[in-house]
């Protein structure tokens, strides 16, 4: 709920609105979605609330509270810090850090340069995603016997706990909860794994493209284990580097129930620097395991050291 009222006092039209709801709605809720001209909505486990004066109601309704373009608009330069340009970068990927808490999504009309993305107008939707902090969601991985030493892929759908489910190991592993605390570097290219507290021996890149975040974490911070949130295609030879930095990686991948169907992660798993899968059941349990694999082509650490 924390984490729910502080993303609520950067919406200073809808402050007080969101700030009333009941902690039951907070407490499951995911994500907070602003679309120009409909009922502002808080999504999460029990489905969408829409948002009206004193609490909020399950469909849409005379009196909800919506939000017009120019409201919008204003919203998107408040969570810039009025300064679109100092956050560039980020909107080309189509978010926009906030308070180094989470990242706001925004929607509208892509400005192209090329076949690249260079800006973004016209906005027309902003959905604040909630980060959950949840200390011991990681640990039935730890009691079921995975050495992330080898590595570990975590894989689910969008709003299945992955991000969560990574900051509790990196947390685990830097306090030393289940064995020596470990040397941790984490790569936190969009600012959410370290929204809370990741314990002693952890080290944070902020806002870092994971080749040179591998790189200088190996090079600078002699880490025994590397964490990063969202692989895509392009990272696929910063992990072939990091399967041979002799440390292990722990890295989460969107996926559906059968990630093994998916050619992203097929080559990620492919690389060696994987040694357990862990399927993550979905968004309507966040953090909750369905399978966990061991992978027969993984490097062990020794392996990967020496080459």
């Given at each position: 709920?924390?984490?729910?009222?502080?993303?609520?006092s950067h919406?200073?039209?809808?402050?007080?609105?969101?700030?009333?709801?009941?902690?039951?709605?907070?407490?499951?809720?995911?994500?907070?979605?602003?679309?120009?001209?409909?009922?502002?909505?808080?999504?999460?486990?029990?489905?969408?609330?829409?948002?009206?004066?004193?609490?909020?109601?399950?469909?849409?309704?005379?009196?909800?509270?919506?939000v017009s373009?120019?409201?919008?608009?204003?919203?998107?330069?408040?969570?810039?810090?009025?300064?679109?340009?100092?956050?560039?970068?980020?909107?080309?990927?189509?978010?926009?850090?906030?308070?180094?808490?989470?990242?706001?999504?925004?929607?509208?009309?892509?400005?192209?340069?090329?076949?690249?993305?260079?800006?973004?107008?016209?906005?027309?939707?902003?959905?604040?995603?909630?980060?959950?902090?949840?200390?011991?969601?990681?640990?039935?991985?730890?009691?079921?016997?995975?050495?992330?030493?080898?590595?570990?892929?975590?894989?689910?759908?969008?709003?299945?706990?992955?991000?969560?489910?990574?900051?509790?190991?990196?947390?685990?592993?830097?306090?030393?909860?289940?064995?020596?605390?470990?040397?941790?570097?984490?790569?936190?290219?969009?600012?959410?794994?370290?929204?809370?507290?990741?314990?002693?021996?952890?080290?944070?890149?902020?806002?870092?493209?994971?080749?040179?975040?591998?790189?200088?974490?190996?090079r600078s911070?002699?880490?025994?284990?590397?964490?990063?949130?969202?692989?895509?295609?392009?990272?696929?030879?910063?992990?072939?580097?990091?399967?041979?930095?002799?440390?292990?990686?722990?890295?989460?991948?969107?996926?559906?129930?059968?990630?093994?169907?998916?050619?992203?992660?097929?080559?990620?798993?492919?690389?060696?620097?994987?040694?357990?899968?862990?399927?993550?059941?979905?968004?309507?349990?966040?953090?909750?395991?369905?399978?966990?694999?061991?992978?027969?082509?993984?490097?062990?650490?020794?392996?990967?050291?020496?080459?």
């Open positions: 709920m924390k984490a729910f009222d502080r993303i609520a919406i200073p039209l809808y402050r007080d609105d969101l700030l009333a709801l009941s902690d039951r709605i907070k407490a499951q809720a995911q994500d907070l979605r602003f679309k120009a001209g409909q009922p502002i909505s808080v999504c999460g486990r029990e489905g969408a609330f829409f948002l009206k004066r004193g609490g909020a109601d399950r469909a849409p309704s005379p009196g909800l509270l919506s373009a120019a409201e919008l608009q204003e919203l998107f330069f408040h969570i810039c810090g009025q300064s679109v340009f100092s956050h560039e970068e980020e909107i080309r990927e189509g978010y926009v850090q906030v308070d180094g808490l989470c990242r706001a999504g925004v929607c509208g009309t892509a400005v192209l340069e090329g076949s690249r993305v260079k800006a973004l107008r016209d906005i027309t939707s902003i959905v604040f995603r909630i980060p959950r902090d949840s200390p011991g969601c990681g640990d039935r991985l730890f009691l079921s016997g995975v050495n992330f030493r080898d590595g570990a892929l975590i894989a689910g759908e969008p709003g299945s706990g992955k991000t969560t489910i990574l900051r509790d190991i990196a947390r685990s592993l830097s306090m030393g909860r289940f064995g020596p605390g470990r040397r941790v570097a984490v790569l936190d290219s969009r600012g959410e794994l370290s929204a809370f507290d990741l314990g002693p021996l952890a080290d944070v890149l902020k806002n870092c493209p994971k080749a040179a975040g591998f790189e200088m974490a190996v911070l002699s880490p025994e284990i590397l964490l990063c949130d969202e692989l895509a295609p392009g990272d696929i030879d910063a992990v072939k580097s990091a399967a041979r930095a002799g440390v292990g990686l722990i890295a989460t991948v969107h996926s559906g129930k059968n990630p093994r169907g998916r050619y992203i992660c097929q080559e990620l798993l492919s690389t060696g620097a994987f040694g357990t899968l862990v399927t993550l059941r979905g968004r309507e349990s966040p953090c909750e395991t369905a399978a966990v694999e061991s992978i027969g082509n993984a490097l062990p650490v020794e392996s990967r050291a020496g080459e």
